[in-house]
Every structure is written in C-alpha cells, then in structure tokens.
C-alpha cells in the first residue's frame, strides 16, 4: 500500500530536549515537505526537498532542521524544542509538478511543555 | 504569492441540509491545481479531489460537489444531505504548475470547521 508513515502520533516533551520526527514514503517520491498545522492559520510548510541531500526552507523554518540521506526518508529535527513549537505536524510526498501524488502522513500531534 | 482564502471559519448545520464552503484563491500561474481535503476528528488529512485549472467542468461524486470559476478564482465545495459524519474541518489547498527551486508547495486555507447536528 502506497503510503507516508510518520511517528510517532503523539508526543509529549519538555521544552530543550531534542527530538526527531521521522518520516517515511514507499512511492519512490523525488518531493517530501513538512507542515506545521496551527488553529486558524492552516497549514505552512516548513522545510522541503526535491531530492536526496537537497533540501531547503519553507515558510516556517525557524527551530527546525531537517535531512534527506535516502530517498525514502525525510526525518523532521527539533533541536531544542519550545512551547510555540507545540502544533500538529505532517509529512507529505510527491511525484512532481503535475499536482497528483500528494500524500500526507496521519501526522504527529507534539506538545512542548 | 499564492494565496488561499476559506472565510467561513465555522459553519452550523442540521443534518439534511446542504452546505456549501467556499474557497477563493490567487495566483499569477496560469496553470496550478486546486484541492479540498477533509480532517475529521482523528487528525488525519482525506484527499477528496483535484482540479486542474485547465478543467472548469464541475464534478459531482455522491453528495459532494465541486464549482470551479476561474472567473471569480473560486472552487466552492457543496455537501448534499449533510450528514452528522460530515463534521471536520475542511482545507482548501492550491499548487502552482511550475515548481521554483523545486519546492513543490501546498498553499492551503485556514479551513472550515464543519458541525452537522442531528
């Protein structure tokens, strides 16, 4: 089944601790993104990448780090996590500019205490 | 830039009723594509359809909807004989044809919180 597998779903942590997001596709998507999704704000991308070991800025990058060491993989780093990074998060992929093959993972929903 | 816009932030209904959201959106591509998805409770982001801007037909699947006016750059979304399991939030989302720098983004709306009442 073609899929985005995000974990985990929820967690749970204190503000400064590090803590990695991974994200996973099996369509041999070239594009992955992550968004951060915020009540009345909707979804902003935060980092992307079209490729292995390249990857760029969103709109939202600031706290954030990201890699793409494989094609399959694109985890999502919080160095030093703070309460305003508490959001629900997802993973995308893609296959490329004609608009089909976007899909997000179930999302993981971070609280930053 | 792009820009999505969903200026109903919440809407009421009882069940049997239609509803219709609305989405309006701004781009300078000429080509682009436009998506509704759906979040229920649970958080996950349905996929529910998607349109090319070279596509004006509107489309119909079951008791949804869609009328897309490049006219008025709108893609409003219409539910039929709501139903209580139609109660989510709704996202409207736009892609622009050409990926600069590869960055291949969704646009998205600030959604619509849907609540279909018995």
């Known amino acids: 089944e073609a899929q985005v597998t995000q974990n985990p779903r929820y967690l749970i942590t204190v503000t400064g601790k590090k803590l990695t997001v991974t994200c996973s596709q099996n369509m041999n998507h070239e594009y992955m993104s992550w968004y951060r999704q915020d009540p009345g704000l909707g979804l902003r991308q935060i980092y992307y990448?079209?490729?292995?070991?390249?990857?760029d800025k969103g709109d939202v990058p600031e706290g954030y780090k990201v890699s793409r060491k494989e094609k399959r993989n694109f985890p999502l780093i919080l160095e030093s996590p703070s309460p305003n990074q508490t959001s629900l998060y997802f993973c995308a992929s893609s296959s490329g500019s004609d608009g089909y093959g976007y899909t997000f993972g179930s999302g993981t929903r971070l609280t930053v205490v | 830039a792009q820009k999505v816009t969903q200026a109903q932030t919440e809407i009421s209904v009882v069940e049997k009723e239609d509803v219709t959201l609305d989405c309006v959106y701004e781009?300078?591509?000429?080509?682009?594509?436009l998506f509704w998805y759906k979040q229920p409770p649970s958080g996950e982001l349905v996929f529910l359809i998607r349109?090319?801007?070279?596509?004006?037909q509107n489309e119909i699947s079951g008791r949804y909807s869609w009328n897309f006016q490049k006219s008025t750059s709108s893609f409003n979304f219409t539910i039929t004989a709501s139903q209580v399991v139609d109660s989510a939030v709704y996202f409207c989302?736009?892609?622009?044809?050409?990926?600069?720098?590869?960055?291949?983004?969704?646009?998205f709306g600030t959604g619509t919180q849907l609540k279909v009442e018995l």
């Open positions: 989302a736009l892609s622009e044809a050409e990926i600069t720098g590869g960055r291949n983004k969704l646009t």
């Open positions: 781009t300078r591509d000429t080509t682009y594509y």
């Open positions: 990448s079209m490729n292995v070991e390249v990857t």
């Open positions: 349109r090319n801007s070279f596509d004006e």
